[in-house]
């Protein structure tokens, strides 16, 4: 099916919804496993999610999205999706004239792409804490987060390489999104993918600007970012979730990337 579709894909439970002058906002719930046939959106797609996975295929490549995730689907991108059951996201729907607005300061966002970095993954979760709110300053507060998530895509876009990505390093890439809790070394990806490693490590930071090992360490953060946001787990805990050797070195790499303690950014992400 090839037909402009924007509501719920049937089986997704909205469980709440908001509305501001050019987005949609919408808190939506899989609980069982829901494939869905390639079909496109008439409007442009922010995704964030919240708990679980699902697995977006467009251009022959699938991508797998985790907690705390950020996804620019543009519109009219030819897509397909896997909703594996427990998986709960926050949508926007973004209207062209916002778009038109962005690419006034900053590239046209075109293509799919997984909005990452310390920027935006506190604005994601900022933008969930104002969504949860009810006051009469959450609507302003959503729209400036909202804009700012979208210069963060267009920044990446413009710092991306010219040319495809080899499918080979494309896997390489889907290994460490889905595998990063894991203790994997650049030897076993690299054999996974079929590649001599040095090779696989010269070409991941030419495509991704960042080493395997970056990568790595920045999911882990992303990951502690959402555990933070959305659980009660100690401090501890969560080191040893996330494949820090202890709570020391846990809280020195997440100031690192995030500029602020990990106890900081659960104070300000409860404040719901």
């Known amino acids: 099916m090839n037909a402009y579709q924007d509501a719920s894909h049937g089986a997704g439970v909205v469980l709440r919804k908001r509305q501001l002058p050019g987005f949609e906002i919408t808190e939506e719930s899989y609980e069982t496993f829901t494939k869905t046939s390639q079909h496109r959106h ?14 977006e295929r467009y251009s022959g490549a699938g ?37 038109e607005r962005v690419r006034e300061h900053s590239a ?9 970095g310390r920027a935006s993954t506190w604005l994601a979760n900022r933008l969930y804490v104002e969504f949860c709110r009810k006051d009469n300053i959450s609507p ?18 413009e710092t991306s390489p010219q040319g495809s990505t080899p499918r080979w390093l494309q896997r390489a890439r889907e290994i460490v999104e889905t595998r990063f809790l894991e203790p994997l070394s650049l030897a076993q ?3 996974s993918v079929g590649v001599h490693h040095v090779h696989l490590s010269r070409e991941f930071r030419r495509h991704h600007r960042c080493t395997v090992g970056e990568l790595i360490r920045r999911k882990r ?11 009660e787990m100690m401090l501890a805990e969560i080191a040893l979730v996330c494949g820090f050797s202890d709570q020391s070195h846990f809280s020195l790499m997440f100031k690192r990337h995030m500029g602020l303690t990990p106890s900081k ?8």
């Open 265 to 272: 950014f659960r104070d300000l992400s409860a404040a719901k």
């Open 63 to 99: 991508i797998v999205y985790g907690p705390g995730s950020l996804r620019f689907l543009p519109a009219r991108e030819l897509h397909d999706n896997e909703f594996q059951g427990g998986l709960r996201w926050l949508q926007v729907r973004v209207e062209e004239p916002i778009l």
């Open 221 to 231: 953060v992303e990951h502690a970012c959402h555990l933070l946001a959305h659980s």
């Open 42 to 55: 008439s409007n442009a797609h922010l995704t964030f999610v919240l708990d679980g996975s699902y697995v």
């Open 108 to 116: 046209a966002l075109e293509r799919p792409l997984e909005v990452t």
């Open 189 to 191: 990806i690299a054999s």
């Open 140 to 157: 302003v507060a959503m729209e400036g987060v909202i804009l700012e998530m979208l210069v963060e895509g267009a920044r990446a876009i």
